[in-house]
Nanobody
Framework: QVQLVESGGGLVQPGGSLRLSCAASESIFSFNSMGWYRQAPGKQRELVASITSVGITNYADSVKGRFTISGDNAKNTVYLQMNSLKSEDTAVYYC????????????WGQGTQVTVSS
């Protein structure tokens, strides 16, 4: 069972920045990938960004050029640097780990609220 703990959410003004962190309970290098998803009220959960164990990244079109996902294997932590935030980025952000242990599993963190408002 992989435990994921997110931190770094909060209230920020439009145009501001936040950095989210996701600490895993074991080595992230062994995971297929890790990602950040978000869910706004009344909307489906959507992929924001992901990173594979070899560092290949993928971004939603809506955040390209503004958000950056990165990983620190020594700290078992994945980050999401969010710049030039917009009101439409307001959502609960969830960390995800895609792990293969004889079978494939998807693990989720508890979520962290990001609110972009003046």
């Amino acid at each position: 069972q992989v435990q994921l703990v997110e931190s770094g959410g909060g209230l920020v003004q439009p145009g501001g920045s936040l950095r989210l962190s996701c600490a895993a309970s074991e080595s992230i290098f062994s995971f297929n990938s890790m990602g950040w998803y978000r869910q706004a009220p009344g909307k489906q959960r959507e992929l924001v960004a992901s990173i594979t164990s070899v560092g290949i990244t993928n971004y939603a079109d809506s955040v390209k050029g503004r958000f950056t996902i990165s990983g620190d294997n020594a700290k078992n932590t994945v980050y999401l640097q969010m710049n030039s935030l917009k009101s439409e980025d307001t959502a609960v952000y969830y960390c995800n780990a895609d792990v293969t242990r004889r079978a494939r599993y998807m693990y989720w963190g508890q979520g962290t609220q990001v609110t972009v408002s003046s």
